[in-house]
């Protein structure tokens, strides 16, 4: 190598530390970490539990009333955990941003 060369990048070796003294650093804040989302208190209310046909012989209106009774809290317990099973997959997917697809029943 020519001897300009040479004194050029041992100048250049000695100016870069220099350059790193002068300029400024800049204080990176960490990203605040991500809220996670809290059901309605609707979705995590307790299923109905079924009705106490008590101990002794019911009368068919009775019991077909009683039925009902049984099958529409079934069925708004069910609504209500499919809804919540939306809601989580739908948070969870947020926080990935990768959608989740409810599982096939």
Do not use: H
């Amino acid at each position: 190598m020519k001897l300009p060369q040479i004194l050029m990048l041992a100048s250049l070796c000695l100016a870069l530390p220099a350059c790193a003294a002068l300029t400024k650093s800049v204080k990176v804040t960490p990203a605040a970490p991500p809220q996670i989302a809290r059901p309605a208190d609707e979705l995590l209310k307790r299923c109905n539990l079924p009705v106490d046909l008590g101990e002794g012989p019911l009368a068919q209106e009775r019991l077909e009333k009683l039925w009902i009774t049984d099958r529409s809290s079934l069925i708004k317990c069910y609504r209500r955990n499919l809804a919540l099973v939306d809601f989580i997959l739908d948070r969870d997917g947020r926080l990935t941003a990768v959608p989740i697809a409810r599982p096939k029943t």
